[in-house]
């Protein structure tokens, strides 16, 4: 089992990373584990994550039960229908594709407590991808003013599927620019302090470029 390395590896370009560009904070590692299953998932946590993500309900539910460490916190970062929020707001810590005020209103009715949110952007021309427009964010940001259950920790996308990275590096700088705009208006239940950015093949370029969480699953396994 290479896991363990491969979490030391990963954290080690982490702190790298962030050393080589000089920021003192740090970035959360949150493992994708919508390949694997149960022993990976023991391993992983065994090597000291303590984050965990999945993008599809099923599995995450899954997941969630078969892992079953009370320390462990959990991120959805896939796309939600609104007819599965039931299924899973109480479940999560951390919902990384709020992308619609339908959503907002489900989330308002079936959450029990606040739930870290982040707004997905959509940075990307790709008619597959889903997310806010960026000349929509602060708008959709503002209308959430009201909804007690939702908190915007931060913004998050997915870049253009493409192996050019300077466009990756275009896409991760607009949505720190935005990020910074949604600081500026200054709201209670919008801190928007983060940015969920950067994935196997590029959370080296997303850290040097802001992000504050990576969500990294393939070159974990
Ligand atoms: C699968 C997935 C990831 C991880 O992708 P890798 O390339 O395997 O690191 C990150 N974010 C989202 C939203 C995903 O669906």
Known sequence: MEINENVKNVQASISQ??????????VKLVAVTKYVGEVEMEALYNSGVKSFGENRVEKFLK??????????EWHFIGALQSKKVKKVVNEIDFLHSLDRLSLAIEIEKYSSRVLNCFVQVKTSNEDSKSGISPSRVLEFIKELEG????????????TTNTSDMNKHIEEFRLLSLIRDEV???NLDYAPCRELSMGMS????IAIQNGATVVRVGSILY
């Open 63 to 72: 997941s969630k039960s078969i892992l079953g460490k009370p320390d462990v």
């Open 201 to 204: 093949a590029d959370y080296k």
């Open 147 to 158: 909804f007690k259950k939702i908190k915007v920790v931060g913004l998050m996308n997915i």
């Open 183 to 185: 600081q500026r208006l």
């Open 17 to 26: 990373t962030l050393s080589q560009c000089g920021r003192s904070d740090s």
